[in-house]
């Protein structure tokens, strides 16, 4: 099984376009997608 520390290590020097239409749900999940890639754009 994969774990949290994994997945981060696996995920840096990864960028990720995240789209989404309603504005909180955009920044929570960009919030936590930023915890674990190390750029997050949104749109």
Known sequence: MINAREIKKAAQGISVLYV????????NTARLLSTLFSSVTTA
């Open 20 to 27: 989404e239409d309603d504005n909180d749900l955009r920044q």
